[in-house]
């Protein structure tokens, strides 16, 4: 348009819009999960058909980290143990953002316990009977016990009993042989893994297949 008229209309072209894409749904971990192992958590929602990409946050009471993604699954790394995490998502694209989610929240597992003390056979001791009771000291959170005994002192070789229990004290179905050297370790297991064994205990086999042996711990549970 000027002083001389109006020119005639362009063609006419056409566009479109694109809908803000609708908000995920989370799948896991789910809401209040226990035990989610740290070293590779996947995290999952729904695939939202127009969305070209997603923002994941998770965080902590004093931490947050955030993540871009195409997919819909996305793996972190190197959690913390023992602690709680909340995490949300949203989806975008060019039209715009859905929102995030509401959080979903959940818990890591803990560390592994620390190698308990071993009791009995104590170090050194003779003439412990073939059949012999491995007891030893509770470790703090553990939910299993790992009792290896051998000959040979690194456990490299030689290992003539090698069980879990959920007791600290442990009487062996199979005999020793007798006038023998042999060494015992225990570890501690619970959700967050095993620990490290506790030092080999040197001990030393006598003649008898049972008799009378100094424990000194209370045992976790008996059996009827």
Known sequence: MNDLGVTAY??????????????????????????????????????ISNASSYDL??????????????????????????TNYTWQVQANNIGGSSGYTSTFAFTTVPAAPAAPTPASPAASAQGIPRKATF???????????????ATSS???????VDVTTRDTIVTIADTLAASTIYNY???????????????ATTFKTGTGITGVQQIGVVPNEFAL
Not at 72 to 79: E, F, I, P, R
Not at 154 to 160: K, Y
């Open 10 to 47: 362009s063609a006419v072209d056409t566009f479109s819009t694109m809908a803000v894409p609708a908000r995920p749904t989370l799948l896991l971990p789910a809401s209040n999960a226990q035990d989610v192992k740290t070293d590779s958590v996947m995290f999952t929602w729904s695939k």
């Open 57 to 82: 946050k998770v965080m902590t009471v004093s931490s947050m980290n955030q993540y871009t993604t195409t997919d819909s699954v996305y793996k972190v790394k190197g959690l913390a143990r023992l």
């Open 135 to 149: 007891a030893w000291n509770s470790a703090a959170s553990a939910s299993q016990y790992h009792l290896q005994v």
């Open 154 to 160: 690194d456990f490299s070789s030689g290992i003539v």
């Open 185 to 199: 370790r225990v570890s501690a297991i619970n959700s967050g893994g095993e620990g490290t064994f506790s030092a």
